[in-house]
């Protein structure tokens, strides 16, 4: 069994400051991990993932996350939001092999103000 | 590259309709997933299929029925519609690497569907 935990619903930055949106999960298996980002009335397009290589993982657009399996926790980060990151975000995991059981995490809303 | 098309994009069934909706990708990915996104919920997997004539359930199949008779198409319908079905539908595809490494999922640009 899997199960992905995105810890806050909603996060506010205002630009030029940090972003930290959590993620933790649970997985029988050493899991591949992802995040993906979805704006308003669009599909979901892919930020970055993790497959077993390295732990700290950089995608698109300056973000990245660290895979720590001690803390089962695949947080995202980014060291300076833009307007443009405004956005729904998804933590999502798989147990290798098994594409099929591709599990979403609820979304964390995350606004940047000016 | 189209990559994952979904049609329609929007529609508004009344209770008791019936539609289908259809996914294309051009990428000749194995795996084929439809989810529907519900407010606070993420996705949640209704049907899925590994390959050509094949389909499985996912987390919340009842009310839905799917079909893959080509490996580039897979169809989600709705015999029935009802109000609950309101929701944001997405379709994906993905591929597994060697060693067993899962690969993303591609999706759509999703259809909003209203029953009234």
């Known amino acids: 069994a899997q199960s992905v935990t995105q810890l806050d619903s909603h996060v506010s930055v205002s630009e030029g400051t940090p972003v930290l949106l959590r993620c933790n999960y649970s997985?029988?298996?050493?899991?591949?991990l992802f995040w993906y980002v979805q704006h308003p009335n669009k599909g979901l397009q892919l930020l970055l993932k993790y497959t077993s290589a390295a732990t700290l993982v950089k995608g698109i657009n300056g973000f990245e996350a660290e895979f720590k399996k001690s803390e089962t926790s695949f947080h995202l980060t980014k060291p300076s939001a833009h307007m443009s990151d405004a956005a729904e975000y998804f933590c999502v995991v798989s147990p290798p092999g098994s594409a099929r059981q591709l599990t979403f995490g609820s979304g964390t809303q995350l606004t940047v103000l000016p | 590259n189209a990559g994952v098309t979904q049609t329609p994009k929007f529609r508004v069934l009344k209770t008791g309709q019936s539609m289908t909706l259809l996914c294309a990708q051009d990428m000749n990915h194995e795996y084929m997933y439809w989810y529907r996104q519900d407010p606070g919920m993420g996705l949640r997997l209704i049907h899925y299929s590994v390959g050509e004539g094949t389909t499985a359930k996912g987390e919340v199949p009842d009310g839905y029925n799917v079909s893959r008779l080509k490996k580039q198409n897979f169809l989600l319908g709705l015999e029935s519609a009802a109000p609950s079905q309101t929701s944001v539908y997405f379709c994906?595809?993905?591929?597994?690497?060697?060693?067993?490494?899962?690969?993303?999922?591609?999706f759509g640009q999703g259809t909003r569907l209203t029953v009234v």
């Open positions: 994906a595809s993905s591929y597994i690497q060697g060693q067993g490494l899962n690969t993303e999922a591609f």
């Open positions: 997985s029988s298996y050493s899991p591949s």
